[in-house]
């Protein structure tokens, strides 16, 4: 498996092969909630392409707002004991100063980053860059020398660190819900999922890397079973 790639664990119905949940760590759950830190042109960049979808052109239809309202509800339902970061951060976040978890993904341009600025390399003009190799407006000379930011909110700061606590383990739902991984929560869905046989459940594992990334974004915009969407077909 590569570094870049995250290892994610299906609980699948073998008669049906659809998928009832998945279970996965900090790196899985980390990467759905960097989708509500997307300011709306990134999302444009990577989800379209010629009018046509980067991911492959799956979910091209629009079918509304989808999956990604689970993802902000379920950051208001998860205890704040599961967070690095204060939850105001995912649920009100500041657009021009996230970094963005979706790394390499897509990225033809350089993440900007919250707490590290760039001024021309005279250093005599008065103005800041949050994008390295910008074109000074007072001189015009490249603004590639790196300042650091003091000042900045914990919360801001620990963004590079993800959002939830390391060794956290979570259920996520086909319609992306997000609960804390339990013995109870896992009947609790069960039986919601109306599931009689336990016979037929079966495990299976899969890695995430960048083309399921973009797949997982554009399906939780567009769609209610974005685990089956993405998934089911290869499991």
Known sequence: MASSEIAVKFLV???????????AGKDFV??????LLLPAGTLMQLMSKDGKSRGGGRYG????????????????QLHDTTFLVSK??????????????????????????????????TSRCHTVTALSGSRCPECGYSMSRQLSVVGQSPEVADNSKGFV???????????????PLSTIESI??????????MADLESSSATVGSKEALLLLEAAF??????????AHNL
């Open 165 to 179: 606590k390391e060794g956290s383990s979570f259920i996520i739902t086909d319609d992306l819900s997000i609960l």
């Open 88 to 121: 105001s951060t995912l649920l009100h976040p500041q657009p021009a100063s996230n970094r963005l978890l979706l790394e390499g993904v897509g990225k033809t341009e350089p993440i900007i980053s919250a707490n590290i600025m760039y001024q021309c390399t």
């Open 222 to 231: 567009t769609s209610k079973t974005v685990l089956n969407d993405v998934f």
């Open 13 to 23: 119905n073998r008669r049906t092969k659809a998928v009832l949940y998945m279970e």
């Open 61 to 76: 239809k629009n079918r509304g707002v989808g999956s990604i309202c689970n993802l902000y509800n379920s950051v208001e």
């Open 30 to 35: 980390d990467l759905l909630y960097s989708f």
């Open 188 to 197: 609790v869905l069960l039986n919601k999922l109306k599931v009689q046989n």
